[in-house]
């Protein structure tokens, strides 16, 4: 079975520049969450979806960032325009809720550096 | 104070040790606790669930919650190279809490031959 698919694995781009990470969970799942991971931070909810649905947008740190779920198989996180800080792996996870363990499956991550 | 406590390491042990990880956290509220190992360059993938107090073993895997004492262990026996990795801890809340997991940073292992 697929995973979590995400793209791009890498980005590399300047500052100012507009950067768009799409995520493909898993099929049947009705939850989709972005989180971002840095060293310093470690791993950070950004949102969540449920049944395509923004429910939390709490950690999503500005402006610059926004998400989409047009559908329950694909998913967008835009940066815009996109800074230094915002260097980091960025990772989709998705999750069912008849799962009792409640487990998110994550995708291989995207790595942005925004030089 | 964050909600979950996590020393990032790196620990660093020989072949066959036992390695104990940790965490501490200060939401009383939280009654699922998990384990949660990422690879180099990898996404965490589950390794450890436990509801509410106790032990669960699998393996050269053991989990331990002490809800008392808000902290939680990951305990591993005889530690193999293929170990090294990030460990997450994770948790969440029961009936009425949320159910969205709250990571510590994670504690990076590496286990050499």
């Known amino acids: 079975d697929a995973g979590v698919i995400q793209s791009p694995r890498h980005e590399v781009t300047e500052m100012g520049q507009e950067v768009t990470l799409r995520c493909k969970p898993i099929?049947?799942?009705?939850?989709l969450f972005w989180y971002r991971q840095t060293m310093m931070r470690g791993l950070e909810l950004l949102i969540y979806f449920n049944n395509n649905v923004p429910i939390d947008d709490s950690g999503m740190p500005e402006d610059r960032f926004s998400a989409k779920m047009p559908n329950a198989s694909f998913s967008t996180l835009k940066i815009q325009p996109s800074e230094p800080r915002d260097s980091a792996v960025y990772f989709c996870?998705?999750?069912?809720?008849?799962?009792?363990?409640?487990?998110?499956?994550f995708g291989e991550g995207s790595r942005l550096t925004v030089l | 104070q964050k909600e979950v406590e996590q020393d990032p390491g790196p620990l660093s042990v020989p072949e066959g040790a036992i390695v104990s990880l940790n965490c501490t956290y200060s939401n009383s509220a939280f009654q699922y606790f998990m384990w949660y190992r990422q690879y180099s360059r990898k996404g965490p993938e589950l390794l450890m669930y436990t509801y509410s107090s106790g032990n669960k073993e699998d393996g050269r895997f053991t989990a331990q919650v002490d809800k008392s004492s808000k902290y939680i262990s990951l305990f591993i026996r005889d530690s193999q190279p293929s170990d090294s990795a990030t460990y997450l801890c994770?948790?969440?809340?029961?009936?009425?809490?949320?159910?969205?997991?709250?990571f510590g940073r994670g504690t990076s292992l590496i286990v050499h031959p």
């Open positions: 994770a948790m969440r809340g029961g009936t009425g809490g949320s159910y969205i997991p709250t």
């Open positions: 099929s049947g799942h009705n939850s």
């Open positions: 996870a998705s999750s069912s809720s008849g799962l009792a363990t409640g487990e998110l499956f």
